[in-house]
C-alpha cells in the first residue's frame, strides 16, 4: 500500500536535518580554493559618482581583484518587469546601500577591509522621498529617463459618480515591511566550460539565469544555477542580490568565488515591501449594502521598478476587496523615489489594499450601527459575483461563510489571573489597570498565480525504473523550495499518480525547463500541475507496455519495466488571463483567488500603549489540501508575518536612510508574540485547477493585519489609521 500520497501529511524529506541543525544551506557552500566577495555600496540615496579609485584596495595582499561598472562584460542593466537596475553604479547612485564596487579577496576579512581602501567621490543630492508628490509633480526631477511614474492604473465599475445614504472616509498608512527572512543572500559561482556555474538561494533560477547571462555577456547555456538550500523568502529573493556580482568575480579571477551578506547588508542588498498612502471613501444604503467606494492608491517603489508594476496592478484590482461593489472609481499610482527599492513581499500588492478597505468596513459598520461581521457576512461576494474588473467569479468563493465561521469560534476566558498574559507579559508593566479588550475581524481576496495575460506555467520532469527490485520516480524541476514544503508536494503527487512509493527529487537547477517563481502562491498549483501531467504521461506509456489500462500495484510494475526505463517532460499552463482595458481597467485579469478572514482578541494597555494579541483565529478556502499538515503551518506562518505588519514591523526610512537594519531593531514577531489561534481549513475545489487546489499562503498574512488592528481600534475607540501600531499611537491620541 502507497502512503504519503495526495491528502496525507508526509514527512518532508528536509525536516529532520532542518531540525538537528544539519541541513545545508547556501550560506554552507564550500570549495577549497575559493575566494570571498565583497559589495561596496553608496552611503548616499541620491549622489553622483565623479570618481572611483581602487588601487589602494588592488594593492591590498590577498585581493585578486577590484570591479567598477566598467568591468561588466555584457549590459550594465537588469529587472524583472523593466530593466532599469545598473549591475552596478555607473555615474548615479539613487539608494542608500546601491552597489558601486566590488572585491574579491582570499579572506572575508580581507575582502572588508579592501572595500575600506576604495575610495569614491560623490557630489550628494537631496533625495526625492514624498510618494504622493512624485505621483502628481511631473515637473519634479527624473529618477530615471522615462520619468518618475513606473505605472498608473486606473479601474471604473459602474457609475463612478454614485451617491449613497452613507458615506464614510479614511486616509490610510503602511509602513515598510521587510520579509526578514533568516537566511541572508549567499551563493557560490564555479567558472567552467567557458561559462559558470552558481550555486545559490532563489526564488526562480530561470529569470535569474536569463538576467545574468545578458549582464555577463554570455548565451544562457553557458549560464547553470542550481538552487541550494533556502533559508526562506517571502518575495525577496525574487530580484538579483549577489547573482551578477558573484559570478563577475569568478569569471575575472577563474577561482570559485563565494558571497554572503551578513545581517545588515541583506537589510540593503534586497527589496522590501511597498509602502503606501491610500485615500479611501464608501458609499453605502442605510441596510448595510455597499453601493460604491472610491479610492487613491499610492505605492513607493524606491529607486527602481521591481514588481511596482504588479504591486499596482493588484492593488488596484482587488482594491474593493471580496466584497458585491455594484460602482466604482479607483486610481493607482507606483512611482520612482529614493527610498529603498521595494518590490515582492508575501500578499503582493493586495495587503496595502486590504488593511485600508477592511479598517473602512468597521468605521461603516459604526455609522450603520452593524455588527462588522454583519455587514461584512452581507456584502461578501460568492461564486457568479463580479469583481471590480468585471470579471464573473466561476469557482467557489465562500467568504460569508468563512466570516461566519472565524465568528462562531470559541473565545477566550474574558480574564486573566497570570500577569504573563498581560500587555508587558513579564515586563510586569501592569497589573490590568488600564488594560481593555477588543476584537476584530479581517478578510481578503488575493489573486493566485501570475495575471494580466502573462503565460504562466511550469515544467516537470518524471522518470521511473527499477532499482534494487523496486519501482522509483524520479522528479525533477526548476520549482524552488523555499521552506514552503514544496519538495513534500511533489513527492506526493507523484506517489499518487504513479502508485509508486519511493520518490527521490532530482536537483533543482536549470537543465530542466522554467518553472516560475515560488511566489503568488502559485507553486503548487503550477507546478503540481506539471508534476501531474508528466506522471500521467509515464503511466500512460507504463499501461501501454503492460497492456492494461488498470492501475498497476508496485510489484506488477517493477516486473512490466524490468530495466526499461520511462522519462517523459510536461507543462502546465493555467488558463489565459488578459490586460487590463487601459481606459477603465476592466478584464479577466486573474484565473483564481484566495479567500481567508481572521478573527483578532487584544488586550490593550491604554496608559502605556501595549498591545497583547490574546488570541488569531483563521478560516481559509484552500480548494484540496494535499498536505493538510503543511496547509496549517502555512496558515499559522502568515499570521504571523500579518501580525508583525500589525504592530512591530517597520523599516525606519528618515531622509531616504535606513535606520534600523538589524533584528536588534527590527521587530519580528516570537514565539512570545504569537497567541493561540483556531484554524478551519474548508475545501471547496476550484474545477479549473489541478486537483481543486487553491493557492494557501498569501491570504493568511493579508487578513491578519487589519482583523489586529480593527481589534486594537475597538478596545480604544482610537482612529489608528496607520500600521504598524506602536504604542505612542495609542497613548497620544489617548
Given amino acids: 500500500m502507497i502512503t504519503g500520497g495526495i491528502g496525507e501529511s508526509p514527512l518532508r524529506?528536509?525536516?529532520?536535518?532542518?531540525?538537528?541543525?544539519?541541513?545545508?544551506?547556501?550560506?554552507?557552500?564550500?570549495?577549497?580554493?575559493?575566494?570571498?566577495?565583497?559589495?561596496?555600496?553608496?552611503?548616499?540615496?541620491?549622489?553622483?559618482?565623479?570618481?572611483?579609485?581602487?588601487?589602494?584596495?588592488?594593492?591590498?595582499?590577498?585581493?585578486?581583484?577590484?570591479?567598477?561598472?566598467?568591468?561588466?562584460?555584457?549590459?550594465?542593466?537588469?529587472?524583472?518587469?523593466?530593466?532599469?537596475?545598473?549591475?552596478?553604479?555607473?555615474?548615479?547612485?539613487?539608494?542608500?546601500?546601491?552597489?558601486?564596487?566590488?572585491?574579491?579577496?582570499?579572506?572575508?576579512?580581507?575582502?572588508?577591509?579592501?572595500?575600506?581602501?576604495?575610495?569614491?567621490?560623490?557630489?550628494?543630492?537631496?533625495?526625492?522621498?514624498?510618494?504622493?508628490?512624485?505621483?502628481?509633480?511631473?515637473?519634479?526631477?527624473?529618477?530615471?529617463?522615462?520619468?518618475?511614474?513606473?505605472?498608473?492604473?486606473?479601474?471604473v465599475k459602474g457609475d463612478p459618480d454614485a451617491t449613497a445614504d452613507v458615506v464614510v472616509s479614511g486616509v490610510y498608512e503602511i509602513g515598510m515591511q521587510d520579509q526578514a527572512f533568516l537566511g541572508p543572500e549567499s551563493g557560490l559561482a564555479i567558472p567552467e566550460d567557458d561559462g559558470v556555474h552558481l550555486l545559490l538561494a532563489t526564488q526562480w533560477l530561470h529569470v535569474d539565469q536569463k538576467q545574468a547571462a545578458k549582464a555577463l555577456g554570455l548565451p544562457v547555456s553557458k549560464v547553470k544555477l542550481t538552487m541550494s538550500g533556502v533559508g526562506g523568502a517571502f518575495g525577496g529573493r525574487e530580484d538579483?542580490?549577489?547573482?551578477?556580482?558573484?559570478?563577475?568575480?569568478?569569471?575575472?579571477?577563474?577561482?570559485?568565488?563565494?558571497?554572503?551578506?551578513?545581517?545588515?547588508?541583506?537589510?540593503?542588498?534586497?527589496?522590501?515591501?511597498?509602502?503606501?498612502?491610500?485615500?479611501?471613501?464608501?458609499?453605502?444604503?442605510?441596510?448595510?449594502?455597499?453601493?460604491?467606494?472610491?479610492?487613491?492608491?499610492?505605492?513607493?517603489?524606491?529607486?527602481?521598478?521591481?514588481?511596482?508594476?504588479?504591486?499596482?496592478?493588484?492593488?488596484?484590482?482587488?482594491s474593493v476587496g471580496p466584497y458585491n461593489v455594484p460602482h466604482a472609481h479607483i486610481e493607482g499610482w507606483g512611482v520612482y523615489t529614493n527610498n529603498p527599492p521595494c518590490g515582492a513581499m508575501r500578499g503582493l500588492g493586495?495587503?496595502?489594499?486590504?488593511?485600508?478597505?477592511?479598517?473602512?468596513?468597521?468605521?461603516?459598520?459604526?455609522?450603520?450601527?452593524?455588527?462588522?461581521?454583519?455587514?461584512?457576512?452581507?456584502?461578501?461576494?460568492?461564486?457568479?459575483?463580479?469583481?471590480?474588473t468585471g470579471q464573473v467569479v466561476d469557482f467557489p468563493a465562500p467568504v460569508a461563510e468563512l466570516l461566519q465561521r472565524v465568528k462562531d469560534m470559541p473565545l477566550p476566558d474574558?480574564?486573566?489571573?497570570?500577569?504573563?498574559?498581560?500587555?508587558?507579559?513579564?515586563?510586569?508593566?501592569?497589573?490590568?489597570?488600564?488594560?481593555?479588550?477588543?476584537?476584530?475581524?479581517?478578510?481578503?481576496?488575493?489573486?493566485?498565480?501570475?495575471?494580466?495575460?502573462?503565460?504562466?506555467?511550469?515544467?516537470?520532469?518524471?522518470?521511473l525504473e527499477v532499482i534494487d527490485g523496486e519501482p522509483v520516480a524520479t522528479v525533477h524541476t526548476a520549482a524552488a523550495e523555499v521552506g514552503q514544503g514544496l519538495n513534500t508536494v511533489q513527492q506526493q503527487i507523484a506517489r499518487s499518480?504513479?502508485?509508486?512509493?519511493?520518490?527521490?527529487?532530482?536537483?533543482t537547477d536549470t537543465d530542466v525547463g522554467d518553472a516560475g517563481s515560488s511566489s503568488a502562491s502559485r507553486q503548487t498549483y503550477i507546478t503540481g500541475g506539471a508534476v501531474r501531467n508528466a506522471c500521467r504521461a509515464v503511466r500512460a506509456k507504463l499501461q501501454e507496455m503492460a497492456g492494461t489500462s488498470e492501475e498497476l500495484t508496485s510489484q506488477q510494475i517493477a516486473a512490466v519495466l524490468g530495466s526499461a526505463v520511462i522519462e517523459e517532460t510536461r507543462e502546465y499552463h493555467h488558463r489565459r488571463t488578459y490586460p487590463l482595458d487601459p481606459e477603465n481597467g476592466q478584464g479577466n485579469a486573474h484565473v483564481q483567488y484566495g479567500f481567508s478572514a481572521h478573527r483578532a482578541v487584544v488586550d490593550v494597555d491604554t496608559e502605556l500603549g501595549l498591545v497583547k494579541v490574546v488570541q488569531l483565529d483563521c478560516a481559509q478556502d484552500v480548494g484540496k489540501a494535499i498536505n493538510?499538515?503543511?496547509?496549517?503551518?502555512?496558515?499559522?506562518?502568515?499570521?504571523?508575518?500579518?501580525?508583525?505588519?500589525?504592530?512591530?514591523?517597520?523599516?525606519?526610512?528618515?531622509?531616504?536612510?535606513?535606520?534600523?537594519?538589524?533584528?536588534t531593531d527590527?521587530?519580528?514577531?516570537?514565539?512570545?508574540?504569537?497567541?493561540?489561534?483556531?484554524?478551519?481549513?474548508?475545501?471547496?475545489?476550484?474545477?479549473?485547477?489541478?486537483?481543486?487546489?487553491?493557492?494557501?499562503?498569501?491570504?493568511?498574512?493579508?487578513?491578519?493585519?487589519?482583523?489586529?488592528?480593527?481589534?486594537?481600534?475597538?478596545?480604544?475607540?482610537?482612529?489608528?489609521?496607520r500600521v504598524p501600531i506602536r504604542p505612542e499611537h495609542i497613548v497620544e491620541e489617548h
Avoid at 260 to 268: D, G, M, P, T
Avoid at 431 to 436: I, L, T
Wanted: glycine share 8%; with cysteine; proline share 7%.
Fill in 13 to 155: 524529506p528536509d525536516g529532520s536535518l532542518k531540525v538537528r541543525g544539519q541541513y545545508a544551506y547556501a550560506s554552507d557552500l564550500w570549495l577549497e580554493n575559493m575566494l570571498w566577495g565583497a559589495t561596496l555600496r553608496s552611503p548616499h540615496p541620491s549622489a553622483r559618482i565623479l570618481s572611483i579609485d581602487t588601487s589602494a584596495a588592488l594593492a591590498m595582499p590577498g585581493v585578486h581583484t577590484v570591479l567598477t561598472y566598467k568591468d561588466v562584460p555584457g549590459e550594465n542593466v537588469y529587472g524583472l518587469k523593466f530593466q532599469d537596475t545598473p549591475v552596478l553604479a555607473e555615474e548615479i547612485v539613487r539608494y542608500q546601500g546601491e552597489p558601486v564596487a566590488l572585491v574579491a579577496a582570499e579572506h572575508p576579512e580581507t575582502a572588508r577591509q579592501a572595500l575600506k581602501a576604495i575610495k569614491v567621490e560623490y557630489e550628494v543630492f537631496d533625495p526625492l522621498l514624498d510618494c504622493e508628490l512624485v505621483a502628481h509633480s511631473p515637473e519634479v526631477s527624473p529618477l530615471h529617463p522615462g520619468g518618475n511614474l513606473v505605472r498608473y492604473q486606473r479601474i
Fill in 497 to 507: 499518480e504513479l502508485g509508486v512509493q519511493q520518490v527521490i527529487l532530482h536537483s
Fill in 414 to 463: 474574558a480574564s486573566t489571573s497570570n500577569i504573563l498574559q498581560l500587555p508587558g507579559g513579564a515586563s510586569n508593566t501592569t497589573h490590568g489597570e488600564g488594560v481593555v479588550r477588543g476584537i476584530g475581524y479581517g478578510v481578503t481576496i488575493k489573486n493566485i498565480s501570475y495575471a494580466e495575460g502573462l503565460d504562466d506555467y511550469s515544467t516537470a520532469r518524471v522518470r
Fill in 240 to 318: 538579483l542580490s549577489i547573482q551578477v556580482h558573484a559570478c563577475m568575480l569568478a569569471l575575472r579571477t577563474q577561482r570559485p568565488v563565494k558571497m554572503a551578506y551578513n545581517r545588515l547588508e541583506s537589510f540593503f542588498g534586497h527589496v522590501h515591501r511597498h509602502p503606501a498612502k491610500m485615500y479611501y471613501e464608501h458609499g453605502a444604503t442605510s441596510e448595510g449594502d455597499l453601493v460604491y467606494v472610491r479610492a487613491r492608491l499610492y505605492f513607493d517603489g524606491g529607486a527602481y521598478a521591481s514588481k511596482t508594476p504588479v504591486v499596482v496592478g493588484n492593488g488596484t484590482t482587488l
Fill in 350 to 388: 493586495a495587503v496595502q489594499p486590504t488593511y485600508a478597505y477592511e479598517s473602512q468596513m468597521d468605521k461603516l459598520a459604526a455609522a450603520l450601527g452593524m455588527d462588522p461581521a454583519d455587514l461584512r457576512i452581507r456584502n461578501a461576494m460568492s461564486e457568479g459575483s463580479t469583481t471590480v
Fill in 628 to 663: 493538510p499538515e503543511a496547509v496549517i503551518g502555512q496558515i499559522q506562518g502568515g499570521s504571523a508575518q500579518g501580525l508583525g505588519l500589525a504592530v512591530m514591523e517597520e523599516i525606519q526610512v528618515a531622509d531616504g536612510k535606513i535606520r534600523n537594519p538589524s533584528f
Fill in 666 to 721: 527590527y521587530l519580528i514577531p516570537t514565539i512570545l508574540d504569537m497567541p493561540p489561534m483556531n484554524i478551519d481549513v474548508i475545501e471547496r475545489p476550484d474545477p479549473h485547477s489541478p486537483y481543486g487546489v487553491r493557492g494557501v499562503g498569501e491570504p493568511p498574512t493579508i487578513s491578519a493585519t487589519p482583523a489586529i488592528a480593527n481589534a486594537i481600534r475597538a478596545a480604544t475607540g482610537l482612529e489608528l489609521p
